[in-house]
């Protein structure tokens, strides 16, 4: 394990099928006033809205609500939000929706007392939070960012074309999460497979870089192998309890900060997705699959020791009598084909993106360097260019 470092996770997590009944132990902890955050109403159509209003009031709260968050919030949405719980005096921002009502709620929750623009202070200049920080709790119904158990909240920009993820240290972490399985069964296929592709992308940015043994490395093949095998079965059958709840945990596991310790990181595949999206707006998770394939066939010549392990590893790839080269290789065509089987988006072009877009693409991507080659501009643009 390279480096120092300390682990801290600060969130408690409740899950099964009777999670909910978390929300009864965790409210009493906080002041009367919950801003209720919520995205475009399929909470509503589910009852998962009802559940969690019959038990706001059972615990005598006082209900405010900031409806409507976006998939990919927005600065805009984010200063209403700012309003809104200015208004409702907020002593807790309840988050019930997926990885953006998640994030949206952190933003939020650091921004209400911050006296600075919070776009320029903690997504152009990536500070801290100065200010005293709104607690969140999260009742998750979509799977795949991890929001529920991490620091992050990706905000997007749209006339500065730029989507930007801070994250935020373990102040900042929900206090709680709720996660029961069954609230994600209403979730379309679209989402639900997006979701996978954004946990197995989370791991990948984290198992991709250096070159040393680690423990966290091995953590990471035992998920990815867990999350394939789900996932075969979920898509086959949305409704399968021990699926979807083993996907759920991955998920978590996947990004709140664990299988980051003792290394370097990559997120190049989640900057590429992240100026795509900023673009067009397009779901996350199919944003990463859609740059994955030209991603990391252009950077397997700077990490084939690693490749290669991830394809005997986590793809079963025989590697007797093959060069190392030719693992890796066939490791990256077994996930190729995997991804086309479950049903992932494969071109930047299919989630709208035109060659017009290209330059401005390029422009919106942050380069990160933790990974196996520090990308140039000219990089970025050959990786964008093989993504359409
Ligand atoms: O808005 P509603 O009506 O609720 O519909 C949502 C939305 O349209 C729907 N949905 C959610 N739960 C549902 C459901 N529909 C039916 N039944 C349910 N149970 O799903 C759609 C997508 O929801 P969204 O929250 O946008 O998805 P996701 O969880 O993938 O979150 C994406 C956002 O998280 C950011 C992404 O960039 C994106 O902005 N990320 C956050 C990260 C973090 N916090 O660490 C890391 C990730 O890499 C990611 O960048
Ligand atoms: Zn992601």
């Given amino acids: 394990m390279n480096g120092n470092f300390t682990y801290c996770n600060p969130t408690k997590l409740y899950f099964g099928k009777d999670a909910l009944d978390g929300l009864k132990e965790e409210l009493p902890k906080y002041g009367k006033n919950v801003l209720l955050v919520y995205g475009g109403g399929s909470i509503k159509k589910n009852g998962i809205y009802d559940k969690v209003i019959a038990i706001l009031k059972e615990c005598g709260k006082n209900i405010y609500e900031d409806a409507g968050v976006m998939p990919n919030p927005t600065t805009d949405k984010l200063n209403e939000g700012v309003m809104r719980a200015n208004k409702a005096k907020a002593d807790l921002i309840l988050a019930v929706g997926?990885?953006?009502?998640?994030?949206?709620?952190?933003?939020v929750s650091v921004s209400v007392n911050c006296n600075d623009d919070p776009w320029e202070k903690y997504f152009i200049r990536f500070e801290e939070p100065t200010c005293e920080i709104i607690p969140v709790g999260c009742v998750l119904t979509m799977v795949g960012t991890g929001s529920e158990m991490n620091g992050g909240s990706v905000i997007t920009?749209?006339?500065?074309?730029?989507?930007?993820?801070?994250?935020?240290?373990?102040?900042?972490?929900?206090?709680?999460s709720v996660m029961n399985p069954e609230f994600t069964f209403t979730l379309p296929k679209y989402q639900m497979i997006s979701g996978i592709y954004d946990i197995m992308s989370h791991i990948l940015e984290q198992y991709f870089s250096g070159t040393d043994d680690n423990t966290s490395d091995y953590i990471s093949e035992?998920?990815?192998r867990s999350l394939i095998h789900s996932a075969d079965i979920a898509v086959e059958n949305p409704t399968d309890y021990e699926a979807r709840s083993n996907i759920m945990w991955t998920a978590t596991w996947a990004l709140n900060t664990l299988v980051a310790k003792g290394k370097t990181t990559d997120w190049m595949v989640h900057m590429l997705g992240q100026a795509v999206a900023a673009?067009?707006?397009a779901t996350h998770g199919m944003t990463l699959s859609a740059v994955t394939m030209p991603y990391y066939k252009y950077i397997l010549p700077y990490g084939t020791a690693k490749f290669a392990r991830y394809a005997v590893n986590v793809w079963g790839v025989d590697a007797r009598g093959k060069t190392q080269e030719q693992t890796?290789?066939?490791?990256?065509?077994?996930?190729?084909?995997?991804m086309r089987k479950i049903?992932?988006?494969?071109?930047?072009?299919?989630?709208?993106?035109?060659?017009?877009?290209?330059?401005?693409?390029v422009k919106s991507t942050l380069i990160m360097d933790g990974g196996y080659k520090v990308f140039t501009e000219s990089d970025v643009r050959a990786v964008l260019k093989a993504s359409y």
Avoid: R
Wanted: with cysteine; hydrophobic share 45%.
């Fill in 279 to 281: 673009h067009t707006d």
């Fill in 328 to 338: 890796a290789l066939d490791g990256l065509a077994a996930m190729e084909k995997w």
């Fill in 157 to 176: 920009n749209h006339a500065q074309k730029l989507k930007i993820g801070h994250v935020f240290g373990d102040n900042v972490f929900p206090k709680f």
């Fill in 222 to 224: 035992g998920l990815l």
């Fill in 343 to 361: 049903g992932l988006v494969m071109n930047i072009t299919d989630l709208g993106a035109t060659k017009e877009m290209l330059d401005g693409m």
């Fill in 98 to 107: 997926g990885g953006s009502v998640c994030d949206y709620a952190k933003a």
